[in-house]
């Protein structure tokens, strides 16, 4: 792996809801929006709040729901210890980030400032998990039925686990080649201004940059070991 598409495959979860065809939002349009408290990461938007307790992530989470529901309107929701996990994106013929999904994230964050939740946008994280490969086709419906359970849950170029128990999987095309070339290698999504900091680390770390021709869109790094991952965001895409 030399350099990162991350082309089409920039979905999420099945979980976002159906709707009528509407105008997918580009990466530059999503950033004009200016939401503070979210970030365009593979496909969809992100958003992270901090939680005194269960109690106030509790009263968010009624509070989301009873919007998301009234709009139909289904964003992904995680709560943990201390934080919230929200994200956004409308699924048809793919998943993209749309005008309504723009609207929803503004009443998420007003609903989080009336409750006093705060935002933590720089702390969003996707793992996607890519393979190069010149089969895709032949090697789909093995991962898809492994991964997921079922082969029908490939989305062009990605599988995708409904219920996102697991990253996505991407096949990134390459000509032929033979093993032991690595094949497989992380695509980590992160907030733009985090990125720079991140990759100055990992480097410190003992890491190394094998490819920054595509920053910010995204930077190859190797390990001590040579394995490579992509550092990726939104930036310039």
């Known amino acids: ?94 998943l993209w980030v749309t005008q309504k999904d723009v609207d929803m994230a503004r009443t998420i964050s007003e609903i989080a400032r009336e409750l006093g939740l705060k935002p933590d946008p720089a702390a969003v994280t996707q793992l996607e998990i890519a393979l190069d490969t010149a089969y895709e086709d032949q090697l789909s419906p093995f991962w898809s039925v492994l991964l997921t359970g079922s082969a029908d849950n490939k989305i062009y170029d990605s599988i995708f686990d409904p219920s996102g128990r697991v990253p996505g999987l991407w096949f990134q095309g390459t000509d032929e080649h033979d093993t032991p070339r690595q094949r497989w290698h992380f695509d980590l999504w992160l907030a733009p201004e985090v990125a720079d900091d991140r990759i100055a680390a990992a480097v410190a770390s003992g890491g190394s940059i094998v490819d920054d021709s595509a920053a910010p869109s995204f930077t190859v790094l190797a390990d001590p070991d040579g394995n490579r991952v992509c550092v990726c965001t939104a930036t310039g895409r």
């Open 1 to 94: 792996m030399d350099s990162c598409g991350c082309g089409y495959s920039r979905h999420l979860s099945a979980s976002c809801g159906k709707v009528e065809p509407v105008e997918r939002l580009g990466n530059q349009q999503v950033l004009d929006e200016d939401l503070v408290d979210w970030r365009k990461l593979a496909q969809a938007l992100h958003a992270r709040y901090l939680s005194p307790d269960y109690l106030a992530a509790a009263a968010f989470v009624s509070a989301v729901a009873e919007v998301a529901e009234a709009e139909d309107r289904h964003p992904d929701l995680r709560l943990a210890a201390g934080i919230i996990e929200v994200s956004l994106c409308t699924h048809e013929d793919g």
